[in-house]
């Protein structure tokens, strides 16, 4: 089973991908982290993509299409995957098309998380990342995953972990803007990607404005 995910940042998007990776036991292979973690690794691509990531930029096409398409023929994606972060601009959008016609394979579903973009933007800000694992979640803006307080200090709500930190590019207004701008654009940006993927599968689209579990609900409702 292959699937994609899309969803503005801040969106909960991450949060929702490892609920489906949990349903069905695929790899989630998200770009965000891949960089994440080559940028703590100190590697050429770390370097390579920190200088756009911290703008708030997409790191370039010709780095970031040959990393994922490289990464799903990987063993352990032979019986699936799910990607999420990736496509992010129609031009990428159409390499994974071609890469799927290709290998002769299908997307069994494609799933678009939709939020105002104001919300999406405070959400953001208020996310903070716990040491301890990445996909802890953790948010000071929205009450169903506050962290938790140990003696007076915010620690993580899954492991009590006391190493909660915000993410540069989380914090700064100007590149929030930037990636939302990516986003929401129906031109070449990510929603030009979701409606490149509307006209060739069925997009099940989510909304992303309730609390999490409740988001998580509705996902798993339209999941076979
Ligand atoms: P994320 O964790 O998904 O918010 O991604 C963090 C940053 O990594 C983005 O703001 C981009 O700079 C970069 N990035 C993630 N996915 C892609 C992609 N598909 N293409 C180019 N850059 C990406």
């Known amino acids: 089973m292959n699937i994609l995910i ?26 965000g982290v891949i960089f994440r973690e080559n940028i703590k690794k100190g590697t050429d691509l770390g370097r390579k993509a920190k200088e756009f990531i911290d703008k708030g930029e997409l790191v370039p096409d010709a ?20 990607l999420d972060g990736f496509p992010r601009n129609l031009a990428q959008a159409e390499a994974l098309g071609e890469a799927l016609d290709k290998a002769g394979m299908k997307l069994d579903y494609v799933i678009e998380i939709t939020l105002d973009r104001s919300i999406a933007k405070r959400r953001i800000m208020g996310r903070r990342l716990c040491a301890a694992d990445n996909n ?8 169903a995953i506050k962290p938790a307080l140990k003696d007076g200090k915010m620690v993580c709500r899954v492991c009590g972990c006391d190493k909660l930190t915000a993410r540069a590019d989380d914090q700064d207004e100007a590149a929030i803007d930037k990636r939302h701008g990516i986003y929401y654009d129906t031109a ?23 609390g999490v579990q409740e988001v998580s609900q509705a996902l798993l409702a339209k999941l076979s």
Request: include cysteine.
């Open 6 to 31: 899309f969803g503005p940042n801040g969106s909960g998007k991450g949060t929702q991908g490892a609920v489906v990776q949990k349903k069905y036991g695929l790899p989630l292979i998200e770009t």
């Open 188 to 210: 070449t940006g990510t929603l030009a990607a979701v409606n490149y993927f509307k006209k060739r599968t069925k997009v099940l689209e989510i909304d992303g404005t309730p």
């Open 136 to 143: 802890h979640p953790n948010n000071i803006c929205i009450d």
């Open 63 to 82: 780095v970031t299409v040959p990393m994922i398409l490289d990464r799903l023929r990987e063993q352990d994606c032979a019986g699936g995957w799910i």
